[in-house]
C-alpha cells in the first residue's frame, strides 16, 4: 500500500521558532511536494523537489526552506515561525510521469503562537 | 489569473441525488491531466478520478464520473446517487507542466453536505 508519512500530526510552536516538518515516502517516488492548506484558499504549493537535492520553488516559498538529502524524505523548514505560518501543511508525492496520481500524507495542523 | 476555478463554495443536497461540482482550468500546455480529490473532516486528501488531456472519453470510477469538455476548459465532477459519506471538500486539481517542472495546482474547493 502506498504511504506517505508526515512526523507530526498537531504542533504548536512560539513565533521565532525553528520548525521542522517531516515527510517520508516508501514508494521511491522521485517528486515530493510541500503544499499548505488554508480555508478559502486551497492547496497551495510551497516547494517541490524532483530529485534527491534538488528543490523548486511553488507559489508561496517566502519564510520557508526544504530539504532533501534522500530520495524518501522531504523536509519543510520554517526558519523562524510566525503566526502567519499556522495553518495545514500536507506533504505529497508522485511518478514523473503526467497520469500518475499525487499521493498526499495525512497533514500535520501547525499552530504558531 | 486562477488556474483552477470551482464557483461553488457549499453544496447541499438530497440523499441518493446525483450531485455535479463544478471545475474550470487555464492552461497553455497542450499534455495536462486533471485530478479530483475528497478531503473529508480528518484532512486526508483521497484521489477519485484522473482524466488526461489526450483521453477522449470521460472517466468514470465507480460512482465517480468526470465531465471533460476541452473546448470550455471543465472538468466537472459528477457524484451518483449520493450518500452520507459523500459529505466533504472536493478539490478540483490539475498538473501541468514537463519534467522536472511538474506542478499541481489546486482550486479552492467545494464544501458538499449531503442531507438525509
Known amino acids: 500500500d502506498v504511504k506517505v508519512t508526515q512526523s507530526s500530526r498537531y504542533l504548536v510552536k512560539r513565533t521565532g521558532e525553528k520548525v521542522f516538518l517531516e515527510c517520508v515516502q516508501d514508494m521511491d517516488h522521485e517528486n515530493m511536494f510541500w503544499y499548505r492548506q488554508d480555508p478559502g484558499l486551497g492547496l497551495r504549493l510551497i516547494y517541490f523537489s524532483y530529485d534527491v537535492k534538488m528543490k523548486e520553488k511553488g507559489d508561496i516559498p517566502e519564510g520557508y526552506s526544504v530539504s532533501r538529502e534522500k530520495k524518501e524524505r522531504f523536509s519543510l523548514i520554517l526558519e523562524s515561525a510566525s503566526t502567519n505560518q499556522t495553518s495545514m501543511y500536507l506533504c505529497?508525492?508522485?511518478?514523473?510521469?503526467?497520469?500518475?496520481?499525487?499521493?498526499f500524507g495525512e497533514g500535520s495542523w501547525l499552530t504558531v503562537v | 489569473a486562477q488556474k483552477i476555478t470551482q464557483t461553488q463554495p457549499g453544496m447541499f443536497v438530497q440523499e441518493k441525488e446525483a450531485v455535479t461540482l463544478d471545475c474550470t482550468y487555464d492552461?497553455?500546455?497542450?499534455?495536462?491531466?486533471l485530478f479530483w480529490y475528497k478531503q473529508p473532516s480528518s484532512g486526508e486528501m483521497i484521489f477519485l478520478i484522473y482524466?488526461?488531456?489526450?483521453?477522449?472519453q470521460n472517466a468514470t470510477e465507480g460512482r465517480y464520473s468526470l465531465n471533460f469538455q476541452k473546448a470550455r476548459k471543465s472538468a466537472n465532477l459528477v457524484i451518483s446517487a449520493s450518500q452520507l459519506g459523500d459529505s466533504a471538500m472536493y478539490f478540483c486539481?490539475?498538473?501541468?507542466?514537463?519534467?522536472?517542472?511538474?506542478?499541481?495546482?489546486f482550486g479552492t474547493g467545494t464544501r458538499l453536505t449531503i442531507i438525509p
Open positions: 492552461t497553455s500546455d497542450q499534455s495536462y491531466g
Open positions: 505529497a508525492s508522485s511518478l514523473q510521469t503526467p497520469k500518475d496520481t499525487i499521493y
Open positions: 486539481a490539475m498538473r501541468e507542466g514537463s519534467f522536472g517542472n511538474e506542478k499541481l495546482t
Open positions: 482524466q488526461g488531456s489526450y483521453d477522449e
